[in-house]
């Protein structure tokens, strides 16, 4: 049984995937980068600094959802 694989589309996703991986990490660090100055700036205590980074993640699963939905349009 002889099985068609388009490589090239497969390569195509994994790099793809690949760079949502890194523009998540990336975005992580920006985000702990930022913290102290934005802790000084608005004197936030640490339930604030972790709404701060969850808020971060939040907007991320939103973004996928409609992400998933215009995809597919």
Do not use: H, P, R
Request: proline letters at 0%; hydrophobic letters at 55%; a negative charge.
């Amino acid at each position: 049984m002889k099985s068609n694989i388009n490589f090239s589309y497969l390569i195509f996703l994994s790099v793809v995937a690949a760079l949502g991986g890194f523009l998540f990490g990336y975005d992580a660090a920006v985000i702990s980068g930022t913290i102290s100055q934005v802790t000084v700036k608005f004197g936030l205590d640490e339930i604030q600094i972790g709404w701060f980074v969850g808020c971060a993640l939040i907007g991320s699963i939103i973004g996928v959802l409609f992400a998933g939905k215009l995809s597919d349009m």
